[in-house]
């Protein structure tokens, strides 16, 4: 009975000293209090992109979410030029030459069918393809001086100033508050302050601009192939479809 009651004691006694299952939680949480994981928590994170013109960058989202993809199709990038894990300014350099082409490509469509059918200056004629070819030097090269000019103007507004220092990391950088295609040239007004009919504006001129890109490479294609304008080609194949010989009031060695 002794040694029973011994052995007890010394048990009791040595459970004293034991660490209990709060102890441990409680040296556990100082472990992880400790000045190195506050470090680790404390490293600074890159600021969340600013919202421009309502769009907020969702990389979730096809595009990060920029506006333009339409029924039936929704989102159309059979290519892959807008996949998941495409870097942010990538997505943005893309939309901002989508944007920018379709915009010239719009004022081509119109020039094709005014430029062929106007009188302009400098006594041009036939195919828009031709035209500017027919240019007198001195007003070609002050257009090419206002085109080089106006591509200066659109570099400075969206581009960060490149460092050749560290090219790799600002060379073809877009400016994080720079929303693809936004220059701020609207001098009639247009643009909306409400960020859905920015984002509708932005895909009906997108759409346009789609549409305008396939026109203006038909009409070049056409005209390189046949040398002949807009109208004159489908003069051409009225007559065709009507019996007429196209070529009956040709004179000879001349395409028309």
Same mark, same amino acid.
């Given at each position: 009975?002794?040694?029973?009651?011994?052995?007890?004691? *010394? &048990?009791?006694?040595?459970? /004293?000293?034991? %660490?209990?299952?709060?102890?441990?939680?409680?040296?556990?949480?100082?472990?992880?209090? *400790? #000045?190195? /994981? &506050?470090?680790?928590?404390?490293?600074?994170?890159?600021? #969340?992109?600013?919202?421009?013109?309502? =769009?907020? %960058?969702?990389?979730?989202? #096809?595009?990060?979410?920029?506006?333009?993809?339409?029924?039936?199709?929704?989102?159309?990038?059979?290519?892959?030029?807008?996949?998941?894990?495409?870097?942010?300014?990538?997505?943005?350099?893309?939309?901002?030459?989508? &944007?920018?082409?379709?915009?010239?490509?719009?004022?081509?469509?119109?020039?094709?069918?005014?430029?062929?059918?106007?009188?302009?200056?400098?006594?041009?004629?036939?195919?828009?393809?031709?035209?500017?070819?027919?240019?007198?030097?001195? %007003?070609? *090269?002050?257009?090419?001086?206002?085109?080089?000019?106006?591509?200066?103007?659109?570099?400075?507004?969206? =581009? &960060?100033?490149?460092?050749?220092?560290?090219?790799?990391?600002?060379? =073809?950088?877009?400016?994080?508050?720079?929303?693809?295609?936004?220059?701020?040239?609207?001098?009639?007004?247009?643009? #909306?302050?409400?960020? !859905?009919?920015?984002?509708?504006?932005?895909?009906?001129?997108?759409?346009?601009?789609?549409?305008?890109?396939?026109?203006?490479?038909?009409?070049?294609?056409?005209?390189?192939?046949?040398?002949? *304008?807009?109208?004159?080609?489908?003069?051409?194949?009225? !007559?065709?479809?009507?019996?007429?010989?196209?070529?009956? /009031?040709? /004179?000879?060695?001349?395409?028309?």
């Amino acid at each position: 009975m002794m040694k029973f009651a011994i052995l007890s004691t *010394t &048990v009791a006694a040595a459970s /004293a000293f034991a %660490p209990t299952q709060a102890t441990i939680q409680s040296s556990s949480s100082i472990l992880r209090s *400790t #000045p190195e /994981a &506050v470090a680790d928590s404390s490293i600074p994170q890159p600021p #969340p992109p600013p919202v421009i013109n309502g =769009w907020i %960058p969702d990389e979730t989202r #096809p595009c990060y979410g920029l506006p333009g993809a339409v029924a039936p199709t929704g989102f159309f990038d059979p290519l892959g030029f807008a996949q998941r894990g495409i870097a942010l300014n990538e997505i943005k350099r893309n939309r901002e030459s989508e &944007v920018m082409h379709g915009r010239v490509a719009m004022l081509a469509t119109v020039g094709y069918l005014a430029g062929e059918n106007f009188a302009g200056p400098f006594g041009l004629s036939g195919p828009a393809n031709e035209q500017l070819a027919q240019v007198p030097a001195f %007003p070609f *090269t002050l257009l090419a001086g206002l085109i080089a000019a106006c591509e200066l103007k659109r570099a400075t507004i969206g =581009w &960060v100033e490149p460092d050749f220092g560290n090219w790799s990391k600002t060379l =073809w950088q877009l400016n994080p508050e720079y929303y693809p295609g936004d220059l701020g040239f609207d001098p009639l007004g247009l643009k #909306p302050t409400d960020p !859905k009919k920015f984002a509708d504006m932005q895909t009906r001129e997108l759409q346009n601009g789609r549409l305008a890109m396939f026109g203006a490479a038909g009409m070049c294609a056409q005209e390189i192939f046949n040398h002949r *304008t807009i109208l004159g080609t489908i003069d051409f194949y009225n !007559k065709v479809n009507a019996g007429i010989d196209p070529y009956a /009031a040709c /004179a000879e060695g001349t395409i028309c």
